[in-house]
């Protein structure tokens, strides 16, 4: 199992930002598309953000289209989330994940298809 780290997470008021990191050990990122969920309290986890490996394509839930932002370093071996214009809707503990090899990200990610997660950090959008 590949280790993921998140880490970025708070407190931020209403309007704010935020840009969360995930951090990958023992294992080339490069080769891994990467992708963002988030779960709130009593809810399901969803899928927020992807990024593919090969192309850099990436996907976004419609909740956060036009304001969060992936990406990717692959000489620091981390994807980021940047999070802009946060509503207390936003709140959640957020988590990175990978898939096997080879996965493509489509138009709506889901928990299923990826098998490594990092432990998650929480988001909490109040004022």
């Known amino acids: 199992q590949l280790q993921l780290v998140e880490s970025g997470g708070g407190l931020v008021q209403p309007g704010g930002s935020l840009r969360l990191s995930c951090a990958a050990s023992?294992?080339?990122?490069?080769?891994?598309?990467i992708g963002w969920f988030r779960q709130a309290p009593g809810k399901e986890r969803e899928g927020v953000s992807c990024?593919?490996?090969?192309?850099?394509?990436?996907s976004y839930a419609d909740s956060v289209k036009g304001r969060f932002t992936i990406s990717r370093d692959n000489a620091k071996n981390t994807v980021y989330l940047q999070m802009n214009s946060l509503k207390p809707e936003d709140t959640a503990v957020y988590y990175c994940?990978?898939?096997?090899?080879?996965?493509?990200?489509?138009?709506?990610?889901?928990?299923?298809?990826?098998?490594?997660w990092g432990q998650g950090t929480q988001v909490t959008v109040s004022s």
């Open positions: 994940a990978a898939p096997p090899l080879g996965y493509y990200c489509s138009d709506y990610v889901t928990a299923a298809d990826f098998d490594s």
């Open positions: 023992g294992f080339t990122l490069d080769y891994y598309a």
């Open positions: 990024i593919s490996s090969s192309d850099g394509y990436t």
